[in-house]
Each structure stands twice: as structure tokens, then as C-alpha cells.
């Protein structure tokens, strides 16, 4: 059978970055990760949505953190009618809270920087009032496309661009980075196959100059979540630094959540480092931040 590939410098990096925490680190990210719905409610109701799987004999189990997040315990999600219809999309549970942590109402208008695939974009679609999808990619931009198709987003509009080009102003943004997707190992055992440091340093230099360009579209007293699914500091911790120390009216806000397990972060207050042996998850980080 064939084993999940980690390249030796990673192991190196993280075996002295994690320290006394490695053992557990690297235990759980060599395990598949647990699947995970979210019920999308412009195309279904929660009880409706439940009704259907337990009448399938299906377990499932809701999530402590919202009503419309679900744990499922079936290989293939994917093939369920519910997730053909558009009625649930399949997303791990941690890869869910950066939206949670963002919070968007009816009154908000949010930028979806980074939007493609377009799963975050389902979860923004049943909270915001109006949301601008944008990616730069001519090929991811057709899976969302094809999602707001599908799932019904009806208040979701689409548009081929660097988010650093759009030029209105948002209530609320969310700026899911493209980065080194460490987190991904969990899904797939090849997911570090292209993984090196010079990698990690590219993806900073781009989310750099991303995080300065999402936050300077906000309005005043507007909020932002900046999010990965790297466990680098370089892509994470060091992109908000960067952010507070050439934006001075940026601040880091506190974040929790009901049956998340949440550290302190040393390296930068108030900045969410999941780390997976906590809560089952992927690596992920998010950090959100306001613009005063």
C-alpha cells in the first residue's frame, strides 16, 4: 500500500518548529482526514437535509460549532443525491470556520478574493447580502462557475480578476490565500510531492502583496479574514505581521469557537493556528482582522 510522501526537508522543519508536539503532529496528518458536510441553504433547509440522510440510514452527526455543519461517515460523500442537487457541499470542518470567524449578514456586501473552487463561496452566499467571487485563474474559475450553477447562488456574482484590480469597497473580505497546501497531506498522500522551502517563500511573497490589497479595499470599521491551509509562520503569522507594521489601523481580532480547541498563538495574538491532533482537522490557519 502506498504511503503518504513527506519530503525530507519538511520533516526537518517541523520536527524542530512543532518540538515536543511533533509526535502527535505527525501521527495525525499521516491519517486520512474525516469527511464533513455543510448544508447549503439557498437550495435546502438543515431538518430537510437531515430527514433525507437518516432516511438513507446514513450517520451523520452535527458539528459543535454551527447548525449547518455535519460529520459524515460514509467513503463517498460525494456520490449522495443531497450533494448532486446542490443541497450540501462537502468541505472539511476546519476549512468551514474561516467564514464562521468573518460572519457576514445580510447588510454586507463581501469580496470572495481568492474564490475559486468556490466551496467557501457556498458558506458566503447563505450569510452575505451581495458577494463579488473573484480569481484570477481562466481554469479554476470554472468550478465556480459551475458551483454557483449548482448550489444556487443567487446573490454570488463572478468575475475573472486579481483581486488586487477590483475596485470597489467591502464590508467584509475574505481572502482564502493560495498557498503551499501543506494542510491538504490529510486528503491526499501526494499533496507534498511539489512541496519545498523555495515554495513556501514564492507563496509568502504572492500573500504578501494579496493581504495588503484585500485590506485596502475595506471600509472603514470593515473586516477581513485572511486564511491558509499551510502550517508555515512564513505564510501565515508573517504575512499579518506584515500587514499590522505597514497598515497601522489594522487589528487582530479574538476568535472562538463552541467545541474548537484554540491555542495561544506566541507568534502573533489572536492569530488561529489549528493544529490537526487538536480537533481532527487539517493544518489551517486564519486570522480576522479589522480595519479601524
Known amino acids: 500500500m502506498r504511503k503518504t510522501f513527506f519530503p525530507p526537508q519538511f520533516i526537518e522543519k517541523y520536527k524542530k518548529f512543532c518540538g515536543s508536539e511533533w509526535g502527535g503532529f505527525f501521527e495525525c496528518i499521516q491519517r ?9 441553504t439557498d437550495r435546502a433547509t438543515v ?27 460514509l467513503q463517498r460523500p460525494g456520490n449522495l443525491r443531497e450533494f448532486k442537487e446542490g443541497k450540501i457541499s ?10 464562521l470567524a468573518l460572519a457576514p449578514t445580510k447588510k454586507d456586501y463581501v469580496l470572495d478574493a481568492c474564490a475559486a473552487p468556490g466551496v ?3 458558506q458566503l ?45 467591502f464590508d467584509k473580505i475574505l481572502l482564502d490565500a493560495p498557498c503551499s497546501s501543506e494542510g ?3 486528503k491526499r498522500m501526494d499533496a507534498l510531492e511539489g512541496w519545498s522551502q523555495k515554495l513556501v517563500q514564492r507563496k509568502a511573497k504572492v500573500q504578501k502583496g494579496l493581504i495588503l490589497g484585500a485590506f485596502d479595499l475595506l471600509k472603514p470599521k470593515g473586516e477581513m479574514v485572511y486564511a491558509t491551509c499551510s502550517f508555515a509562520p512564513e505564510e501565515n503569522e508573517e504575512v499579518v505581521k506584515l500587514l499590522l507594521d505597514k497598515r497601522k489601523n489594522a487589528e487582530v481580532l479574538p476568535v472562538e469557537f463552541k467545541g ?19 480537533n481532527d482537522t487539517q493544518q489551517f490557519f486564519f486570522a480576522k482582522i479589522r480595519k479601524n
Open 32 to 40: 486520512k482526514q474525516p469527511k464533513a458536510f455543510w448544508v447549503n
Open 47 to 73: 431538518e430537510e437535509v437531515k430527514k433525507s440522510l437518516t432516511a438513507q440510514k446514513i450517520k451523520f452527526g452535527q458539528l459543535p460549532f454551527h447548525e449547518q455543519a455535519f460529520a459524515i461517515e
Open 90 to 99: 462537502i468541505q472539511e470542518k476546519a476549512a468551514m470556520l474561516p467564514v
Open 120 to 122: 467557501k463561496t457556498i
Open 125 to 169: 452566499s447563505n450569510f452575505a447580502g451581495k458577494v463579488l467571487a473573484v480569481d484570477v485563474n481562466s481554469t479554476r474559475i470554472k468550478s465556480l462557475l459551475y458551483n454557483k450553477k449548482v448550489f444556487g447562488l443567487k446573490n454570488v456574482e463572478v468575475a475573472r480578476s486579481d483581486a488586487r484590480n477590483v475596485k470597489e469597497t
Open 184 to 186: 491538504l497531506v490529510r
Open 260 to 278: 474548537v480547541k484554540i491555542r495561544e498563538n506566541n507568534l502573533c495574538k489572536n492569530c488561529i493556528r489549528l493544529w490537526p491532533q487538536d
